[in-house]
RNA sequence: GGCCCCGUCGUCUAGGCUGGUCCAGGACACCACGCUUUCAAUGUGGUAACACGGGUUCGAAUCCCGUCGGGGCUACCA
């Protein structure tokens, strides 16, 4: 019988929540599903002077946004709480206590000025130099009495290697003579993530420690806190980082890889899960659309590559219609109802059907919502255009004109009751019919309807408009042309 | 500088552990053509990669060594 699975994302609260955060916190979420594990949330805030109020709400947000819940965790409570490392201070310095008390870390006195100085000048060791590391007892309670911050070490090793077989890179290995004597504990009482991160894990029985490759030079501080408390350290799985463009981390130089921004430009929670889960990830064949139950299925950490991935939003984009198709016209106009009530878009308040018309007209050249607005600012204003617009290529003005009044006349008999796009695509089909010439029928009312060459399809345009709107500017346009020589 | 990780099409990747079936497969993007007298979507086709150099072997993208390249870390930040 082997340990149950439990795992945990534990973000810092420093700012708005990252795409690269929620795929670590996924790879985790997902893992812990497969194994019928236990995915717990902790908030590593002990960095005071960092610290965002609130963003670890949004934190909890934007799992929730993609799907993820969690079992144990600061909003659901569990039996490790509190899952807040601010509210668990005293655990971190009695176990600091204990770790002094057993020769495995001692204090130190150096102040920072000193430390600053010593990077300065030592081009070749950038390592603490270990001054307060052997004080006799009597210059220790000296160095206390002077009144000197105190912080604590970690003594590690002087030889010796720190090995661990990571569940994505296979064997790695660090010279314990290449481990700085890292601080445990702060002078303001805070432990560093180092400490607390390994009394949390131990305490609240972390069996998979899954975390970003940034990590991993601090791996063999942590096995080496492990070896001094004398637990048995958990399996680590390193993750490939994300990359930018120029393939360094992503970070903000690369612009803004929020998920609010993602919120923002109308990607959904499904395409986004599928497609950060595919970074770094792939399920062996070649399927590539996944939902979430079905990412659980087929997940696995020996199939987590090594190398960093680039984060392509072009793909991103493809894979969101991918997504958007599985939506009925009408889920898909009530998702862009609320999707435009949250943005300035300038459509004011319209029925749910006419948003599933709007969803024909659209869903099948846009990939994002964001991309809804330019293409149908028409329907509340008339865009401005050249009357020469309105007569198709290889067309004469006679022409466009007779096809437009056809058009009109089809559409005019239309009842306000019939007037849907079944009926409107009959009404221009038959007039094109009878013109015997559908691209002065159809070109014409295109630019009449919308006052663009580029546009959704005829009939939905027209359908999107009211019935007095839309004849109201094939008149227009009529006149246009007459006046056209 | 030091320590560590990584290296297949522009990008995400399959294949590598168990060498031959890979003159390297899929997807996104790109190009061409078809469909549609808009745009898009879609269909068909196409361009495009095993970083380099040595080994081992009858045979290497696959194993070994080296080089080069890229990245991460190097705080009383996580």
Redesign the pocket.
């Known amino acids: 019988m082997v340990a149950p699975v439990r795992v945990r994302f534990?973000?810092?609260p420093?700012g708005e929540p990252h795409v690269g955060s929620l795929r670590t916190a996924l790879f985790n979420y997902l893992f812990a599903r497969q194994h019928r594990g236990t995915f717990i949330v902790r908030i590593?805030d002990?960095?005071r002077s960092?610290l965002v109020p609130g963003s670890d709400q949004r934190m909890f947000d934007a799992l929730a946004w993609i799907g993820i819940t969690m079992d144990e965790g600061p909003p659901v409570g569990g039996p490790h709480r509190p899952y807040v490392q601010s509210e668990r201070l005293v655990l971190y310095r009695e176990h600091a206590a204990t770790l002094v008390a057993a020769g495995h870390a001692y204090e130190c006195y150096?102040?920072?000025e000193r430390?600053a100085r010593l990077?300065a000048q030592g081009?070749?060791?950038?390592?603490?130099d270990r001054t307060c590391r052997d004080l006799t007892e009597e210059e220790r309670s000296q160095r206390r009495a002077s009144g000197a911050?105190t912080?604590i070490r970690l003594k590690v090793p002087e030889s010796g290697t720190f090995a661990h077989r990571d569940l994505i890179?296979?064997?790695?290995?660090?010279?314990a003579s290449?481990v700085?004597d890292t601080?445990l504990m702060?002078?303001?009482g805070?432990?560093?993530?180092?400490l607390a991160?390994v009394v949390d894990d131990h305490l609240m029985e972390i069996s998979h420690v899954i975390r970003g490759?940034?990590?991993?030079?601090?791996l063999p501080k942590h096995l080496c806190l492990y070896q001094a408390f004398g637990w048995a350290p958990p399996q680590f799985a390193h993750l490939?980082?994300l990359?930018g463009k120029?393939?360094?981390?992503l970070s903000k130089r690369h612009g803004s890889f929020s998920v609010q921004r993602f919120q923002d430009e109308g990607y959904v929670p499904p395409a986004v899960a599928n497609f950060l889960a595919?970074?770094?990830?792939?399920p062996?064949d070649?399927r590539?659309l996944f939902t979430l139950d079905e990412l659980i299925h087929a997940f696995s950490l020996e199939?987590v590559?090594?190398?960093?991935?680039?984060f392509?939003e072009?793909?991103l984009?493809?894979m969101n219609?991918q997504h958007l198709r599985r939506f009925s016209d009408d889920e898909y106009g009530a998702q862009v109802q609320m999707y435009l009530k949250r943005i300035p878009s300038g459509v004011g308040e319209r029925p749910p059907p006419w948003f599933a018309l709007l969803a024909r007209a659209v869903r099948?050249?846009?990939k994002r919502f964001a991309d809804i607005p330019a293409l149908i600012g028409f329907v509340e204003a008339l865009p401005p255009y050249e009357p020469r617009l309105l007569v198709?290529?290889?067309h004469t003005a006679a022409q466009a004109r007779d096809g437009l009044a056809v058009a009109r006349q089809a559409l005019q008999v239309l009842p306000e009751a019939h007037w849907n796009v079944d009926a409107i695509r009959q009404g221009l089909d038959q007039a094109g019919q009878q013109v015997g010439?559908?691209?002065?029928v159809?070109?014409t009312t295109?630019v009449a309807i919308t006052g663009q060459?580029?546009?959704?399809?005829?009939y939905e345009s027209t359908a999107l408009l009211d019935r007095a709107e839309a004849l109201q500017r094939l008149s227009v346009a009529e006149e246009r042309l007459n006046a056209l020589r």
């Open positions: 534990a973000p810092s420093t590593e002990t960095d960092r150096c102040t920072t430390l990077r081009s070749v060791a950038t390592m603490y911050p912080v890179r296979g064997e790695v290995s660090f010279a290449t700085d601080v702060k002078s303001d805070f432990p560093t993530y180092h991160h490759e940034e990590w991993l030079p601090s490939p980082l990359l120029d393939r360094s981390k595919l970074l770094g990830w792939n062996g070649e590539e199939r590559q090594p190398s960093g991935a680039v392509d072009t793909k984009a493809w219609l099948e050249r846009v198709p290529k290889k010439d559908r691209t002065s159809l070109w295109r060459a580029v546009s959704p399809p005829v």
